[in-house]
């Protein structure tokens, strides 16, 4: 159980494309999902949460009008990097998680993660 | 604010044990621990909530003490299957997110 899907697994593009990644919870309803960044060798650095129907909250230093994200239903979430340039090359995972919007007291499930490449 | 982890990596054989620390400067809400293998999303292991608090699977357990300011992984009899990086994720009351350590990479050898 408790299985989020995440896609595409890798992209590359050029320069100034927009790039769409979408995370599905397969088997649970999420409350809340994350998006991280996620540089080689690095910890996860949370970009945003979203809850169902409402909007994102970003972290301290994420552009939201960069990083535009969509949490349509209780069971998928869009990021999409909007004309992407090689500094936002990094790998993105999602995470989801059926806990109360105010405390997580439940495990979050990640995605297999996205390896977007910008040429 | 990250919480601090220690070790940055461990080594180890067949058999053998490790402890892995996380640490935050004010009390905790929670505690998470994750492994991610390479190329791999990260997957969840257990939650700590309670001060004081122990639990386990398998040979992999994990302590919360009393103060909620640092938590404690334990890799008990390790196993090739162990490898891979470990990270703990903390949160503050009312501030429903994780802050994830930088990790600790453990490779088990035969």
């Known amino acids: 159980g408790a299985v989020v899907s995440q896609h595409p697994s890798w992209v590359i593009c050029k320069s100034g494309t927009s790039v769409k990644i979408e995370c599905r919870s397969l088997d649970f309803q999420a409350t809340t999902m994350f998006w991280y960044r996620q540089f080689p060798k690095q910890s996860l650095m949370l970009m945003a949460t979203?809850?169902?129907?409402?909007?994102?909250?970003?972290e301290q230093g994420v552009e939201k009008d960069k990083f535009l994200i969509n949490h349509a239903s209780l069971t998928l979430s869009t990021l999409t990097v909007t004309s992407a340039h090689p500094e936002d090359s990094s790998f993105y995972i999602c995470?989801?998680?059926?806990?109360?919007?105010?405390?997580?007291?439940?495990?979050?499930?990640f995605g297999d993660g996205t390896r977007l490449s910008i040429l | 604010q990250q919480p601090v982890q220690s070790p940055q990596a461990v080594i180890l054989r067949e058999g053998e044990d490790a402890v892995i620390n996380c640490s935050s400067s004010?009390?905790?809400?929670?505690v998470h621990w994750y492994r991610q293998k390479h190329g791999e999303a990260p997957v969840f292991l257990m939650i700590l909530l309670k001060g004081g608090e122990q639990k386990g699977h398998d040979k992999i357990s994990a302590s919360f003490n009393e103060k909620k300011q640092q938590s404690s992984l334990y890799l008990t009899a390790s196993q090739l299957s162990y490898s891979g990086t470990y990270f703990c994720?903390?949160?503050?009351?009312?501030?429903?997110?994780?802050?994830f350590g930088a990790g600790t990479t453990v490779t088990v050898r035969a």
């Open positions: 994720g903390t949160e503050f009351r009312n501030d429903y997110k994780l802050s």
């Open positions: 995470s989801a998680s059926s806990g109360h919007h105010l405390y997580s007291n439940q495990p979050q499930h």
């Open positions: 979203s809850n169902e129907g409402s909007k994102a909250t970003y």
């Open positions: 004010k009390a905790l809400y929670s």
